[in-house]
């Protein structure tokens, strides 16, 4: 099955960006579709990793990293995670929603170290999954100004996930990877991407710039 569809793949610099100012998401329903506004905010940044490639707003250019939104080590359930595996060194903390195999969206925590990526229940505090960065394979996203990024695990089902910091997630991505095994991991921009949202399923992302936003529909192949 081809699960990409006329995509264009890039390779991010290193150069720190933002997408979004790290406010609540906002999802309107919109005839069976999602219609997400975007955020608006101020910061700066040296340089637009995806200028020419992805249509960017305004408050996702000129920002700089913080890396850690939740301050991870306040909570001892995330370090007794963290420790648990052997994993110390925190590239990125914060609150995401992620898609769930049936179409629900969860609050979860995503925490990525140099060598894993792991979500987590903020109101159980149990961990969800972890995935190796090693097993990743490529990060897929639209071309317009939306929060949503789906993360390929040939592997093992992939992830669904928006958050207004995407940029900044991809880019730690990228370079954990790189960094970790010399890999240069793929980022794919299509207004149009499947992924597996379980192990026996695959479903499409469906991108659509419409007055005031971007609507996005989620579909069942």
């Known amino acids: ?21 790290g406010s609540p998401e906002t999802l309107d329903k919109d005839n069976g579709g999602m219609r997400l506004r975007p955020s608006e905010g101020n910061a700066r940044d040296d340089q637009e ?7 960017r707003r305004k408050t996702s250019f000129h920002r700089e990293y913080k890396g850690d939104y ?15 595996q052997g994993d110390i060194q925190v590239l990125f903390a914060d609150k995401v929603l992620k898609f ?39 990060i897929c996203l639209s071309e317009l100004s939306d929060n949503f990024f789906a993360i390929i695990i040939p592997t093992e089902y992939d992830l669904l996930m928006a958050s207004t ?12 990877t790189k960094s970790a095994s010399n ?25 659509e710039e419409v007055e005031g936003g ?6 069942r192949k």
Do not use: C, W
């Open 100 to 138: 769930t195999g049936s179409g629900k969206m969860k609050r979860r925590i995503l925490l990525i170290t140099n060598f894993a990526i792991y979500i987590v229940d903020p109101e159980t505090d149990a961990l969800k999954r972890r995935i190796a960065l090693a097993a990743v394979d490529t």
């Open 165 to 176: 910091r995407k940029t900044e997630i991809v880019t730690v991505l990228v370079e954990a």
């Open 183 to 207: 890999y240069d991991l793929e980022v794919a921009f299509s207004n149009s991407f499947e992924y597996h949202a379980g192990a026996e399923f695959v479903k499409e992302v469906q991108f």
């Open 1 to 21: 099955m081809e699960r990409f569809k006329s995509q264009r793949r890039v390779q991010i610099d290193d150069s720190p960006n933002y997408d979004g100012d």
């Open 214 to 219: 971007v609507k996005t529909r989620i579909v």
């Open 49 to 55: 990793p995806f200028m020419g490639v992805k249509v």
């Open 70 to 84: 939740i301050d991870v080590r306040s909570h001892p359930y995330l370090m007794k995670v963290l420790q648990k």
